[in-house]
């Protein structure tokens, strides 16, 4: 190995290379290195999964705190869940165990005393989540001198989980934050494999400082992928975890379920559906993960394979990995998935979609689709990860429904969606690109509050200069600080004393006194579950005693429950339960709408459609031509009731849903408007206004509406965490920025012209 950036790295990084076989660094390796050894300049590492690209950081990182050793911290390491920097840090401690560089991983779940080590003697390495991050910021603030006055490097992995969200404008915050105090701007690097815009991430990654970011372009090796798509007409019980089942059930709906329980036995064979006979045997005696698109349906998937188990006489191989699980248990799956030579399955969200390197992994499977091609891509990349090809394996289920029923509810949207994922990325290697937040208040209250209490006090003016100095806060004038301030004065969440300066009121207190203060995503007040001493995980809302419910993928009896401690008591019982957990569906780029329409008047069969999937696109297909769907966008249902066929993402459907709302309902005479975002609109009005449902639609487009003539005149939705504490004007306007837009609904409608014919 004689290329020049090998002889740059330190020795014990050359002797670690040698004892792993390396035969040679990778591009991205070698590219990163050019960067970080001979420029001065941020870098953006953007490269396919399992290329290397957390070596391409750290090797040259490394080399230079070995060939130079920071006073304190040297480098920062930002990841965006624990199991991620929990890792990174295994991998680092084999790296540097021959080097006198000290690592220190930092969040809810290290121990204490490992903190105080590197508090006491900071140098080397720190990895740390936001959150985590935020805490020191606070707490430490008088020490963050001695803490990061020699940072040089800060590394945030896989940014796109943090472009485009609050999280991630508070990275932004606390790096600019840090600078301020320590007087010294560190360079930098950001990694990830999912990237639309190479210019929007490098904007980002750069955001308050003043050096340029350098993308080192990478020619990414042809990579032998194994795709496959099934179709299962399941019960409705079978899809209660599912995509369109993701919360709190309703008395009537538990009843319901019970009455399907009952039909679905008829429908199983031994007790088994062919649904879940499939997953089984995709994943029997394999290393395989299973993700899902929420919590509930991880626990619905794994419950039934270790009932095929069972019946089968096959081993308890079965895992389940979410937010609401123990830490214990979701380290227990990591070390299973990680163990040589022993089958795993583990059921995740998007828990084990990010970075982690867990094996030799033989398969991945998808329920439903994915909301995103990134996903798709993050997912897909668990696999295929030692020379191997990736294998993933998609199955979409619906519940049959009769033929008179409505043509919407006859559409298998989620397998259109896979499809349209799949070929969007084989066809273009398009990936989604990732919209700034514009107005992100409820951050803006956090680091209001954050800065206050850290400092203890400051004048208004002083105040104002730090916070809207933060590049996040770029669009937020004097004016709209000035009213939030105010506000928040009124309510006692910040006080001006007698003297001009401002400290935490008494109603503020209450929520930065807490540790969930620490995060800006909105914290579930779960109850948390013990069967015994051991911590199981949480549930949101208790079952009465003596009734059962599921987690971590068994099923377990109510004991106690201790409301005043939010515990619940359990013990271990046969049998298959429910939970289900509240949650909302990802925001759906159009460019997969306008794919999915493709999907379904192409006349293509995919080579990786099984035979039920396409079986179920061919008369999915057949159907539509004959509804007249691939001529017009708005078909009559039933006297008095249409259908849209929007065609348009997430955002754009729920601009056109409001529009229809707020300027439609007289002259139309509307009476009510439901639908799935973003896949269709059910719109019941006067008979003898369809006809003139289009154009008043397209009508609506061509004049001047914005995104806040959307809203009524009394709201102000609260969606993010300290949304409640942020006064209605500006809410107003942060959501007509962040939640509407006009603009792409114009676009969209005037391509519905070439649909209509």
């Not at 045997?281 to 009932?307: M, P």
């Not at 779960?526 to 993928?553: C, D, N, Q, R």
């Not at 049998?575 to 493709?598: C, V």
């Amino acid at each position: 190995m004689s290329n020049a950036a090998f002889s740059r790295l330190a020795p014990f990084i050359q002797e670690y290379i040698y004892d792993h076989n390396w035969t040679e660094l990778r591009a991205v390796q070698i590219e990163a290195c050019k960067v970080i050894f001979d420029t001065d300049a941020h870098l953006l590492v953007a490269a396919g999964t399992a290329s290397g690209k957390t070596e391409a950081a750290f090797l040259p990182v490394l080399t230079l705190l070995h060939e130079n050793p920071s006073s304190t911290i040297g480098a920062l390491y930002i990841g965006p869940i624990k199991a991620l920097i929990n890792d990174q840090f295994e991998r680092l401690n084999d790296l540097l165990r021959e080097a006198d560089i000290p690592v220190c991983h930092w969040h809810g779940d290290v121990s204490q005393s490992h903190k105080m080590k590197l508090l006491k003697n900071p140098q080397g390495i720190l990895q740390i989540t936001p959150e985590s991050l935020e805490s020191l910021l606070i707490n430490k603030h008088n020490e963050l001198v001695r803490l990061f006055g020699d940072l040089r490097f800060v590394i945030i992995d896989e940014i796109h989980a943090f472009m485009g969200s609050e999280r991630g404008c508070q990275i932004l915050c606390q790096l600019s934050r840090l600078a301020k105090v320590t007087q010294r701007q560190p360079r930098r690097i950001g990694l990830s494999a999912t990237l639309g815009d190479y210019l929007m991430a490098e904007e980002w990654l750069r955001s308050g400082t003043d050096k340029s970011v350098v993308t080192p372009m990478i020619e990414g090796g042809k990579r032998q992928i194994r795709l496959a798509v099934e179709h299962f007409y399941v019960s409705e019980m079978n899809r209660r975890g599912g995509h369109f089942r993701a919360e709190v059930p309703s008395v009537e709906e538990s009843v319901r379920s019970a009455e399907n329980a009952e039909r679905g036995k008829e429908e199983r064979e031994g007790g088994i559906s062919a649904y879940d006979r499939y997953i089984f045997n995709l994943s029997k005696s394999r290393k395989c993960l299973i993700f899902a698109n929420n919590k509930s349906q991880t626990e619905s998937v794994i419950a039934c394979l270790r009932q095929v188990a069972a019946v089968e006489g096959y081993p308890d191989i079965y895992h389940v990995h979410h937010g609401s699980i123990s830490a214990s248990l979701r380290q227990a799956a990591e070390a299973a998935m990680r163990e040589l030579n022993h089958p795993a399955v583990t059921a995740a969200t998007l828990t084990l979609e990010l970075g982690i390197d867990i094996g030799y992994l033989e398969r991945v499977i998808q329920l439903e689709s994915p909301f995103s091609v990134a996903s798709f891509l993050q997912r897909l990349g668990r696999t295929g990860r030692r020379g191997e090809a990736a294998d993933m394996r998609f199955l979409c289920a619906e519940e049959k429904v009769s033929s008179d029923a409505s043509l919407p509810e006859q559409i298998p949207w989620q397998l259109l969606q896979c499809i349209a994922i799949i070929q969007l990325y084989l066809e273009e290697r398009w990936i989604e690109p990732i919209k700034p937040l514009k107005y992100p208040l409820s951050l803006l209250y956090h680091q209001m509050m954050s800065i206050l209490v850290a400092t203890g006090e400051l004048s208004p003016a002083a105040l104002a200069k730090q916070v809207l100095s933060l590049p996040t806060f770029a669009a937020i004038s004097q004016e709209d600080f000035k009213l939030l301030l105010r506000y928040l004065i009124d309510i006692d969440h910040i006080h001006l004393t007698e003297q001009g300066k401002l400290i935490i009121g008494l109603a503020g207190e209450k929520v930065v006194g807490k540790f969930q203060f620490y995060a800006v995503f909105p914290d579930n007040q779960e109850y948390i579950v013990k069967y015994g001493t051991t911590e199981i995980g949480s549930i949101v809302m208790p079952s009465p005693v003596g009734h059962s419910f599921a987690l971590a993928g068994k099923t377990w009896e109510v004991v106690d429950v201790d409301f005043k401690r939010k515990v619940i008591l359990v013990k271990q019982v046969e049998g298959k339960a429910s939970i289900y957990w509240r949650g909302g569906s990802g925001i759906i780029h159009t460019r997969i709408l306008q794919r999915m329409r493709q999907v379904l008047f192409e006349d293509v069969e995919y080579s990786y459609l099984q035979k039920n999937s396409l079986k179920r696109l061919q008369s999915v297909r057949e159907l539509a031509r004959n509804a007249g769907l691939d001529k017009r966008n708005i078909l009559q249902l039933e006297k008095g009731k249409c259908c849209i066929f929007p065609w348009m993402g997430t955002v754009a459907y729920r601009t056109l849903e409001r529009l229809l709302n707020r300027f439609c309902r007289e002259s139309l005479e509307i009476s009510g408007i439901s639908g799935d975002n973003p896949y269709f609109l059910t719109i019941k009005l006067a008979p003898k206004k369809v006809e003139y449902l289009y154009s008043e639609i397209v009508s609506l487009c061509e004049q001047r509406i914005n995104n806040e003539d959307l809203l009524s005149d009394a709201e102000a939705p609260q969606l993010e965490k300290y949304d409640e504490f942020i006064p209605y004007p500006l809410l107003r306007k942060a959501f007509a920025s962040n939640h509407l837009d006009m603009l792409e609904l114009r676009q969209q409608v005037a391509l519905w012209q070439s649909y209509n014919t």
